[in-house]
């Protein structure tokens, strides 16, 4: 299956626990020498009561399961996670294209800097580098970098 059997839609409330389920095991996957800063409860409790309800989250959905999520906060793209299955089959491609189709102006992002796959990815989507941190100012105290996205004019 490839992701153009995926939908791409916004989270509903009854998605936040599968969008957690969804950003642990990626985190995991992605991030194995990341401390995570959350335990998997406040995990799901942070994508119920925040993410979903307040921000722009979107899901892709494949048989009746979310594969992927990308949250929006206006011009800054918060997260964007797939289920380690999903990595390398265009789910990306396509949420980042969702997200420069939401966000037409630019978009900025944190990520890790030991995050090399995320940050080659971004950098493919015409992300420049503006800034890196010590990680003091994440709840990981990891050394992160901030990327934005500003459109060709």
């Not at 153009?4 to 194995?32: E, G, I, M, T």
């Amino acid at each position: 299956m490839n992701s153009d059997d995926v939908l791409l839609r916004r989270a509903r409330a009854a998605d936040a626990r599968a969008a957690a389920d969804v950003w642990l095991r990626s985190y995991a996957a992605a991030l194995p020498t990341v401390r995570c800063a959350h335990d998997e409860p406040d995990v799901r409790d942070w994508f119920a009561r925040v993410l979903v309800p307040q921000y722009e989250t979107w899901v892709a959905i494949t048989r009746n399961s979310v594969v992927g999520l990308l949250v929006l906060k206006g011009e800054e793209l918060k997260q964007l996670y797939l289920d380690p299955e999903w990595r390398g089959r265009g789910l990306g491609d396509r949420f980042m294209d969702l997200a420069k189709q939401q966000q037409p102006d630019g978009l900025s992002l944190w990520t890790f800097q030991v995050n090399g796959p995320a940050r080659r990815f971004y950098q493919r989507h015409g992300f420049t580098e503006t800034e890196r941190t010590d990680g003091q100012r994440n709840d990981e105290h990891e050394p992160d970098v901030r990327y934005v996205w500003q459109p060709q004019t």
